[in-house]
């Protein structure tokens, strides 16, 4: 069992930036691929980022356009999601996930994820 809890979110101004941060208890953790995902509102929930249990392997939404970076920190059982050049249709709320099965791949779909935080509100100012 994992949990997950992000912190970082918050209100910026446009073509700022934050840092969302997602901290896993359990022991799990090193060996699962995690994911962030988002849900703007009166929109679907939608893949921002996912990274290997590694680390070495990572995979962005297109729509980022290299804007956003995903990181882990196994040592700490933390996740990380750098968004720079925060735009207002990135308000969302942001959610970490990881999956159950150990060394299974990253993956971009919100089904073979299991484990989910409760969310953390972003809010970009025009």
């Known amino acids: 069992q994992v949990q997950l809890v992000e912190s970082g979110g918050g209100l910026v101004q446009a073509g700022g930036s934050l840092r969302l941060s997602c901290a896993a208890s359990?022991?799990?953790?090193?060996?699962?691929?995690m994911g962030w995902f988002r849900q703007a509102p009166g929109k679907e929930r939608e893949f921002v980022a996912a990274v290997s249990w590694s680390g070495l392997r990572r995979y962005y939404a297109d729509s980022l356009e290299g804007r956003f970076t995903i990181s882990r920190d196994n040592a700490k059982n933390t996740g990380y999601l750098q968004m720079n050049s925060l735009k207002p249709e990135d308000t969302a709320i942001y959610y970490c996930?990881?999956?159950?099965?150990?060394?299974?791949?990253?993956?971009?779909?919100?089904?073979?994820?299991?484990?989910w935080g409760q969310g953390t509100q972003v809010t970009v100012s025009s």
């Open positions: 996930a990881c999956r159950r099965d150990a060394w299974a791949a990253a993956s971009n779909s919100q089904r073979d994820y299991d484990y």
């Open positions: 359990g022991r799990t953790f090193s060996s699962a691929a």
